[in-house]
C-alpha cells in the first residue's frame, strides 16, 4: 500500500463483510439505483456537493406520514428498517465529518473498519426515533456541506487509509463515496418502506 504508513496495515481477513457488501452493490447496480463510485468520482465536484444536499429532503419525503411501526419494520430478517437506514446515515455522517477533520490535521491518519450491522445492534436503531434520527442526519450533513465547501484543492488532495481493502482515500474520494452512498440508502429505506428487500 504506497503511501501508508506501516501502523495501517489492513488486516488479512475480511471476506464476509467484503462479499455481503459486494453482493449490496451489484443488486443496487443491477436495480440501476444510482451510479458507482467511480462514476461519482468522474463528475465535477459541484456535481457531488450538490447530490449530497438533496439527501435531507430525500429522505424527509420519503418517511413523510409514516408512522413509527412501519418504519421500524424489516423487509425481512437481513434487510434493514427504514429506521435503521435513517439511523446509519446519522451515524455515518458523524463519522464521515470526524475523519475528514482528522484528514486536515494529521498526514494520512488509519481508520479501523466500522461495522454498520453492529453498530444497529449496538446502539439499538430499531428503538430510535425516525424523526429524530432524521433531523440529526440533516444537522451533521449541513455541517459536512459547509465544512466540505470551504476546503481549497490543496485541502482536497489530503488522505486517510481505511484499515480494510478500501486503503487511502483522498478527502475527493470520500465525496465520490458519500454522493454514491447517499441514493444507495434513499432506495434502501424506500424499499424497505415497501416491504422489499
Excluded at 435513517?86 to 455515518?92: A, G, I, S, Y
Excluded at 485541502?155 to 484499515?163: F, H, S, T, Y
Aim: aromatic share 6%; hydrophobic share 40%.
Amino acid at each position: 500500500m504506497a503511501g501508508a504508513s506501516p501502523s495501517c496495515a489492513r488486516p488479512t481477513t475480511r471476506a464476509s463483510s467484503s462479499s455481503s457488501r459486494a453482493r449490496w452493490r451489484a443488486a443496487a447496480a443491477e436495480r440501476g439505483a444510482v451510479r458507482s463510485i467511480e462514476e461519482w468520482r468522474q463528475a465535477p465536484r459541484a456535481e457531488r456537493l450538490a447530490r449530497l444536499a438533496l439527501t435531507g429532503d430525500e429522505l424527509a419525503r420519503a418517511i413523510a406520514g409514516q408512522d413509527a411501526s412501519r418504519l421500524a419494520r424489516r423487509p425481512d430478517p437481513v434487510n434493514w428498517a427504514s429506521v435503521e437506514v435513517l439511523c446509519h446515515l446519522r451515524d455515518t455522517e458523524e463519522s464521515f465529518l470526524h475523519r475528514f477533520r482528522l484528514i486536515l490535521i494529521m498526514d494520512e491518519p488509519c481508520f479501523p473498519t466500522t461495522n454498520p450491522n453492529r453498530w444497529a445492534m449496538e446502539r439499538q436503531y430499531l428503538r430510535n426515533d425516525s424523526a429524530q434520527a432524521l433531523e440529526a442526519f440533516v444537522r451533521r450533513r449541513a455541517e459536512t456541506l459547509a465544512f466540505l465547501r470551504e476546503l481549497s484543492d490543496e485541502q482536497w488532495a489530503r488522505a486517510g487509509v481505511q484499515m480494510d481493502s478500501r486503503g487511502r482515500r483522498t478527502l475527493d474520494d470520500f465525496l465520490a463515496v458519500m454522493a454514491w452512498h447517499d441514493p444507495n440508502h434513499v432506495d434502501q429505506l424506500s424499499r424497505a418502506l415497501e416491504g422489499r428487500a
